[in-house]
């Protein structure tokens, strides 16, 4: 035993002082176990692409970035060892990533970084992700079909989309993860978070929405809401200077919370079997109604959950 300690302990020496080399010399920064102990080369370059029309992702490990450019072009960032792969075949552009499953010790490089950019007049038709323990940047691009999904994987991917247009967002499922959209505007969303998934809409609209939320959050700033469905359970949704648009409609079970403040809605339609409703400073007991035949309505229920409107 004591055997091999010893030479575990040298290793992790040796280790080390590969990785300080690396670090010294500026590039190489990741000590890698290959059949012994090596110091990673690092990747940062960009290659030209065809044109395509699709995209298709999947991998651990691997922060994708899309936006808007000269041309077609992909750039990679990282361990030379963990860099995904990719082709363009029949419009679509195809990257693969790969696990960090040689990784021993100390890694201070971090995960690979894929940026894919397309021209400033291009649009992209289809966009599949399946990623895990990833962060995904969608900036300005405008997608028809964009899909999230990682049933078989880690959930822990987090999504970020700015400035952009998605008319189609399928199957976003989030495991103690972040979706955030920030001057978008996004169609036909249907997302399920669990697992203290924190779910952000800053300055954007969404149409025909469905989010089913369990143990996690739903935080609408500044936006536009047009006929929205929502599940909650055990979570917290709170909405300020939203204006809603035909019937959304959220229900709430097992002690959620829902707050609004500086709203604009045509009806609303409260009520709580076991809770209390409070609207503007007052208190109305499980039921609140005004205007229930309005075509721009917010109506609310929860079971277990209170409501409150400033």
């Excluded at 800053?202 to 143990?215: Q, Y």
């Amino acid at each position: 035993m004591r055997k091999y300690f010893v030479t575990g302990f040298y290793l992790l020496i040796v280790g080390g002082i590969l990785l300080l080399g690396g670090i010294l010399m500026g590039a190489n920064r990741s000590v890698v176990w290959n059949h012994g102990f090596k110091v990673e080369q690092h990747i940062n370059e960009t290659y030209p692409l065809t044109d395509f029309k699709n995209v298709y992702v999947e991998g651990n490990d691997t922060n994708v970035n899309f936006k808007l450019g000269d041309r077609y072009k992909i750039h990679i960032d990282g361990d030379k060892s963990q860099m995904p792969s990719y082709r363009v075949k029949k419009d679509t552009l195809t990257v693969t990533g790969k696990k960090k499953n040689k990784h021993v010790g100390v890694d201070v490089l971090g995960r690979a970084k894929v940026t894919i950019t397309i021209p400033m007049n291009k649009t992209l038709e289809n966009v599949n992700l399946r990623l895990a323990d990833s962060a995904i940047y969608i900036n300005d691009v405008t997608i028809e079909h964009l899909i999230k999904t990682a049933k078989d994987m880690d959930y822990d991917a987090q999504l970020y989309i700015k400035d952009a247009t998605i008319n189609n967002l399928d199957k976003i499922n989030l495991y103690d993860a972040n979706f955030e959209a920030t001057n978008s505007k996004i169609n036909n969303m249907t997302l399920v978070a669990s697992q203290y998934s924190d779910i952000v809409i800053k300055n954007s609209t969404l149409v025909k929405t469905s989010i089913n939320l369990n143990e996690s959050s739903l935080k609408v700033k500044q936006s536009n809401l047009d006929s929205m469905n929502s599940l909650a359970n055990h979570s917290r949704i709170t909405m300020d200077k939203v204006v809603y648009m035909n019937t959304n409609d959220f229900r709430i079970f097992s002690g959620g919370h829902f707050t609004g403040s500086d709203m604009t809605a045509d009806g609303l339609d409260l009520s709580t079997d076991d809770g209390v409703i409070r609207y503007l400073d007052k208190d109305y007991g499980h039921e609140y109604q005004n205007k229930i035949d309005a075509g721009n309505l917010l109506r609310v229920k929860a079971t277990k959950g209170s409501i409150t409107i400033k």
